[in-house]
């Protein structure tokens, strides 16, 4: 397969968006309370056992998990909004953290890093999803040429398939109180054959001297389907000897996880 830099990248609209909602992204992901650390503590337990030290984060956002590997890893955090890099560099710095963050997207690896120069990179989070499934195989065989031999690609996704049979309209994220102002989150979706829109949704209730102040932002991306056939098949032709499907996070949030070797 030829890896080249493709001219499509990077897609304005996702990269404003990113861009227009990082100050709101750690409320948006608020997973359930612990599942960060939990999910940083297995990788632990994961990568040990393969002997990983040095690791590339791409779609790092915010950086939950990119800060907390980088306690016991060389991490460098990659990531197509410079806003949501600006968070992550401060969160790392606050918590006196040392590692890389680059603007760049993982399409383009090949002209960001020198081959073989990680033992590990993941793509978590469903970040997959912003591109089409014709760059699936490139993404992942960028991602393949800066692992070094013995190497792995830690790739997470939505459950797609049941997601399309469903075709649910409305999620709630969840309802949080801070100071005195309650947020409540939630998303509704538009489907197409070929990707569907997320719109997340904010509402924030304030109150004070006995009046109730309600402010509502919404913002909206388009996300791709990532089909488990589609994906495995892109795994071999980025050159990957063989993938491994693992249970890290599904019980907690509901994500198939896959794991590309290269032997």
């Not at 030290?53 to 990119?66: A, S, V």
């Not at 790739?155 to 649910?168: A, H, M, Y």
Request: hydrophobic content about 35%; overall charge positive; aromatic content about 14%.
């Amino acid at each position: 397969m030829q890896n080249k830099v493709t001219k499509e990248i990077p897609d304005e609209a996702t990269v404003a968006y990113y861009n227009s909602i990082a100050r709101r992204y750690d409320l948006i992901f608020s997973y359930p309370s612990g599942y960060n650390e939990n999910l940083c503590k297995k990788l632990d337990t994961f990568f040990r056992r393969l002997s990983i030290k040095r690791i590339l984060d791409c779609g790092c956002g915010t950086g939950n998990t990119t800060v907390g590997l980088a306690k016991s890893y060389d991490v460098v955090g990659l990531d197509i909004s410079e806003k949501m890099l600006e968070i992550v560099t401060e969160k790392a710095r606050r918590q006196n953290v040392n590692a890389k963050f680059l603007r760049g997207d993982w399409r383009n690896l090949n002209t960001i890093f020198k081959r073989a120069s990680f033992d590990c990179v993941i793509c978590n989070g469903n970040s997959l999803f912003h591109v089409p499934s014709h760059h699936f195989a490139l993404s992942l065989k960028n991602m393949y040429d800066v692992l070094r031999n013995g190497g792995i690609c830690y790739v997470d996704t939505r459950r797609w398939e049941d997601i399309l049979r469903r075709k649910p309209r409305f999620a709630l994220r969840g309802h949080r109180k801070i100071s005195n102002t309650d947020i409540v989150v939630f998303d509704t979706y538009d489907y197409s054959k070929n990707f569907v829109i997320f719109n997340v949704h904010f509402i924030f209730i304030t109150y004070k001297e006995n009046c109730q102040n309600f402010q509502h932002e919404s913002y909206k991306v388009r996300c791709h389907y990532v089909f488990k056939d589609a994906l495995l098949k892109s795994f071999k032709e980025a050159g990957f000897s063989r993938v491994q499907q693992i249970e890290i996070n599904s019980k907690e949030l509901p994500l198939d996880t896959y794991v590309g070797y290269k032997d």
